[in-house]
Structures are given as structure tokens and as C-alpha cells.
Nanobody, 124 residues
Framework: QVQLVESGGGLVQAGGSLRLSCAAS????????MAWFRQTPGKEREFVAG????????QYVDSVKGRFTISRDIAKNMVYLQMNSLKPEDTAVYYC?????????????????WGQGTQVTVSS
């Protein structure tokens, strides 16, 4: 079955950087959209960034544009989220997700598969 396993979260000071990784397994992801979402207590899961597995299509939420970069390594079946210039408001649990669609959706309920999440805490 499909498994998405995140890693790379942690505690970092404001202005610092982290790189999240998502190991994807269990099927071929050609034609899939891979995305990162984040969630804080009491709030709905928020889209952060998405990428088409086959390339050529990337989207970010406005609040992370210029600071975060999503990428994938097809040979390793990995998806990454490089996060720079981190702010306290970036503190959340970050989830990797996969959606068998052609277009990137910003709605969490469109996604078929989810990882368990990794905590990112940014101190001021």
C-alpha cells in the first residue's frame, strides 16, 4: 500500500532553515500531485506547496513564496520542502500528501494519501 513518511522537522530559531523530506512508496507516482500541508491546533489543514511528480508544475501558498522550495527526486521517490527564513507563524505539523490528479489542489480533502506528519517549531 502507499506510504508517505516525513522527516526533518525540529526546533529552529526565526530566520533559520529546515529541509523536510517525504519518502514515498507503494506505487508509481507518475501522474500524481505531491504536496505539503501544515496544521496548527484548532485550524484546518493548510496547503503549503505542491508539485507534479512528472515535473513542470509547482504552486505555493502566498505566505511562503520566496522562502520555501518544493522539489522531488524521482529516482529516490522523495519529495522535499526546503524552508528558509522561517518565521514563528510557520510553526505547525507538516504533512506530505499525494493526489492522483492532473492539477494541484489547495484543498486537503482532495488528497488520497497522507503521511503521519512532522513537527516544525520556530522560536522567536
Amino acid at each position: 500500500q502507499v506510504q508517505l513518511v516525513e522527516s526533518g522537522g525540529g526546533l529552529v530559531q526565526a530566520g533559520g532553515s529546515l529541509r523536510l523530506s517525504c519518502a514515498a512508496s507503494g506505487r508509481t507516482f507518475t501522474g500524481y500531485i505531491m504536496a505539503w500541508f501544515r496544521q496548527t491546533p484548532g485550524k484546518e489543514r493548510e496547503f503549503v506547496a505542491g508539485i507534479r511528480w512528472s515535473g513542470g508544475y509547482i504552486q505555493y501558498v502566498d505566505s511562503v513564496k520566496g522562502r520555501f522550495t518544493i522539489s522531488r527526486d524521482i529516482a529516490k521517490n522523495m519529495v522535499y520542502l526546503q524552508m528558509n527564513s522561517l518565521k514563528p507563524e510557520d510553526t505547525a505539523v507538516y504533512y506530505c500528501a499525494a493526489d492522483g490528479a492532473l492539477r494541484i489542489s489547495m484543498s486537503w480533502d482532495d488528497y488520497d494519501y497522507w503521511g503521519q506528519g512532522t513537527q516544525v517549531t520556530v522560536s522567536s
